[in-house]
């Protein structure tokens, strides 16, 4: 699952659609990733305007992918989270980042299952710094599933549950890149010159 319904304000387009290199945006990327892992479901979770963007464009995916409208992104990211988790088949176990982190490999998600738990989150490590994606299992879908505070935060809830930090040897799963300066530096563009198919209000 991505979460990508946010407006990407910082960054003065939408994150998913920012090129990771010649070929593929963020957001193909990462589900190319998950493709090629043999993933059973790709969910994007994403607002109006990228799911507009998306489904116009018939050729954006060459594989099955499910979008999940979140028609409230200031509701937060744990809204987004649960909207997702609705649609995991019953009894899968998930993972789950932000569009704004690319560097998910197939070496990664294979490291993250070989170390899946039921009952509490696996969550990669690199020098001792958690990073993306979280892998989640069938009983810990449920919990999420079933909390309904609205202020609820995704880190502090996988804090307060006791998860596996995994060390794995991928200094990416560290990035976030919300902004233009961000982008530059990793990618080397100037995303203001670039990626402006979809403007967040205002």
């Not at 319904?5 to 939408?14: D, I, W, Y």
């Amino acid at each position: 699952m991505i979460l990508a319904a946010g407006n990407s304000g910082r960054m003065g387009s939408h994150k998913a659609l920012l090129q990771f290199g010649e070929s593929r945006t963020f957001i193909q990327q990462l589900t190319w990733v998950y493709h090629l892992a043999g993933a059973g479901q790709i969910i994007v979770v994403c607002n109006h305007a990228l799911a507009l963007h998306l489904s116009d464009s018939a050729d954006f995916f060459s594989y099955p992918v499910e979008l999940v409208i979140n028609s409230d992104p200031e509701t937060g990211r744990f809204h987004s989270l649960r909207l997702g988790l609705e649609r995991v088949t019953e009894g899968n176990c998930c993972f789950f980042q932000n569009v704004d982190n690319p560097f998910t490999s197939v070496g990664l998600l294979t490291l993250l299952l070989e170390s899946l738990n039921d009952t509490r989150a696996v969550i990669p490590a690199y020098c001792g710094r958690p990073g993306h994606p979280v892998l989640i299992g069938r009983e810990m879908a449920g919990k999420m599933l079933k909390t309904t505070d609205p202020d609820a935060r995704i880190d502090i809830f996988l804090k307060s549950t006791g998860p596996e930090y995994l060390e794995v040897p991928y200094a990416g799963i560290l990035a976030n890149i919300n902004t233009p300066e961000e982008y530059r530096e990793v990618f080397g563009r100037d995303v203001r010159k670039e990626n402006s198919c979809i403007h967040p209000p205002g």
